[in-house]
């Protein structure tokens, strides 16, 4: 414990996070050691946790990912701003996909290491996406594109794609100013402009069909 020297009150520091210190732990090993030869006890040891403080936190390793997730989530949530509330939605995905991409940035080494393990497994990738999803209902909430209409869940699920491609780049891009990794994100952002398009045009023309449905 310290003191401020302008204050007769005790400084004290904020007490660590649990979550956070399993997650990195994780991302540590996994940046050095294989997937598959990481322990639930090398995870607790790494992290300074007893198992069962561990296991009161995350059921498993793949719940540890989803915790990062929730990192990310947290840290582009806090970032919010409205600066980028009128520009188009084009804009505002590119933004938020190159913030969830710096938040990432420390975890890169790891995720660099996992990325090829998960996909080769579809268990896997489905509980992931169910993350990714209920993630980026909140990311596109944060920029002001709708969510909860009709087209929500395609706009969603069709986020969730366009992270995954764009982040496959970028495990790759080492330079600096990411240039890959934009040009990717610039090509999937006008495919995604151009399939949105559609569906909505569809959508629309299908509305009195919906609407005969209903009654």
Request: glycine content about 6%; proline content about 7%; cysteine-free.
């Amino acid at each position: 414990m310290a003191s401020d020297p302008l204050s007769s009150e005790p400084v004290t520091a904020a007490p660590a996070d649990p979550r956070r210190q399993a997650v990195d732990a994780l991302m540590r090993l996994a940046a050095i050691r294989p997937w598959d030869e990481i322990e639930l006890g090398d995870v607790a040891a790494e992290a300074r946790l007893t198992l069962a403080k561990l296991r009161g936190l995350f059921p498993s390793k793949l719940a540890m990912l989803g915790g990062l997730t929730r990192i990310v989530d947290d840290a582009v949530l806090a970032d919010v701003s409205d600066e980028l509330a009128g520009e188009p939605v084009r804009e505002r995905l590119f933004d938020l996909v190159m913030r969830r991409l710096d938040a990432l940035a420390p975890y890169k080494a790891g995720l660099r290491r996992i990325a090829p393990i998960i996909r080769r497994d579809p268990l896997t990738m489905a509980a992931l996406n169910r993350g990714a999803v209920n993630s980026w209902r909140y990311m596109l909430a944060s920029a002001g594109i709708p969510t909860e209409d009709g087209l929500g869940p395609v706009r969603v699920q069709g986020a969730v794609l366009l992270m995954a491609r764009v982040t496959e780049v970028w495990l790759d891009d080492d330079e600096p100013e990411l240039s890959r990794t934009m040009a990717r994100l610039d090509r999937e952002l006008k495919t995604a402009g151009r399939i949105m398009a559609r569906v909505e045009d569809v959508h629309r023309l299908t509305a009195p069909l919906r609407g005969l449905a209903r009654a």
